[in-house]
């Protein structure tokens, strides 16, 4: 019985070497590598949707610190930075930074709010008439963007902040004429996007309406994101507050540009502006009966990653307030 007894304890002591020693070999043997755990270089930008008041010349903001779940950018210093030079694709680049691959939605943008990177104040402001700084007051330095972006497993990602100016600067007569908008609108000014994912529309438009000396700007939205509400002012008094992008049409060229737009379904709204009142000052005057030159509707166009759709359009008649 003994005999018996100590047999039973050698095979399950046995059985349980063995078990281990396939446990540990299977662990040797298996080279796979958890890619979410591995760090990618990643470059950020910055980049501007353009003001549509003409009579700004340009718009200046000074960034402090940049940073990504709380991490400042590699080798970024305080710089300040002409935002409204930055259309048109045209990007600056702020630092970099190494990110394992996931989703990141805690991205800060922290503006300087005494000096500029030369000492001198103000640290953020509008430039009107040639020469004369208006100063931007900011609710809150930190603007925590309402956007997140997808690192991937590859060292090619390129992070871009895009600034929608129409959104982050509304009219303020006790201000000069300017300022920065509310906290929340701030923070909804600025989106996030990686290049890797991204497309554009870009087009010529051909204006038969009777505002020949009006600019016109392009507003493009998510499918169905677009309400005819949109063309009034909220509560900050900012029209087109859901656009995803917008893109003053060239004068000259009558070109239009729609960059870094994720791959997603679009469509694209057109309206007016004109000095009316002779006071300097642009005003929305309506938006634009539009007509497309081709296959592609203006309010269904496919944007995929990598890729530019080409659009002709025929401003037609402006649909006045």
Do not use: W
């Not at 779940?69 to 600056?92: C, V």
């Not at 600067?169 to 929340?184: C, K, L, Q, T």
């Amino acid at each position: 019985m003994k005999t018996m007894k100590t047999k039973a304890i050698f095979i399950s002591t046995m059985t349980a070497i063995m078990a281990f020693l396939y446990v540990s070999c299977s662990e040797d043997d298996d080279t796979s590598v958890d890619v979410d755990a591995e760090n990618y270089n990643t470059e950020v930008y910055i980049t501007d949707a353009p003001i549509d008041n003409a009579e700004v010349d340009a718009v200046f903001i000074t960034v402090a610190d940049v940073q990504i779940d709380g991490q400042s950018l590699s080798g970024f210093e305080k710089t300040t930075i002409e935002l409204s030079a930055l259309t048109d694709g045209e990007t600056q680049l702020l630092g970099d930074l190494d990110l394992e691959a996931k989703e990141y939605d805690d991205i800060d943008l922290i503006l300087a709010t005494d000096s500029d990177v030369n000492g001198d104040s103000p640290a953020n402001y509008v430039v009107v008439d040639g020469s004369t700084k208006v100063a931007l007051e900011a609710p809150n330095a930190t603007i925590n963007i309402d956007s997140d972006v997808d690192v991937a497993a590859q060292d090619t990602n390129q992070i871009v902040l895009d600034v929608d100016l129409r959104k982050a600067i509304v009219a303020d007569e006790a201000n000069g004429g300017y300022n920065f908008s509310s906290e929340s609108q701030l923070n909804s000014s600025v989106r996030v996007v990686n290049t890797i994912s991204t497309g554009m529309i870009s087009g010529t438009v051909t204006n038969e309406t009777e505002t020949q000396d009006g600019v016109m700007v392009a507003y493009v939205y998510e499918l169905e994101d677009y309400t005819v509400a949109e063309s009034e002012e909220n509560t900050d008094g900012v029209r087109f507050a859901n656009s995803v992008s917008s893109s003053v049409v060239a004068e000259g060229t009558q070109d239009f540009t729609l960059h870094f737009l994720e791959a997603d379904t679009y469509e694209v709204h057109f309206a007016s502006y004109t000095d009316s009142n002779n006071d300097g000052m642009l005003a929305f005057e309506g938006m634009v009966d539009t007509e497309v030159d081709g296959s592609i509707a203006l309010d269904n166009i496919e944007v995929n990653a990598g890729a530019e759709v080409t659009l002709d359009i025929i401003l037609q008649s402006i649909l006045f307030l």
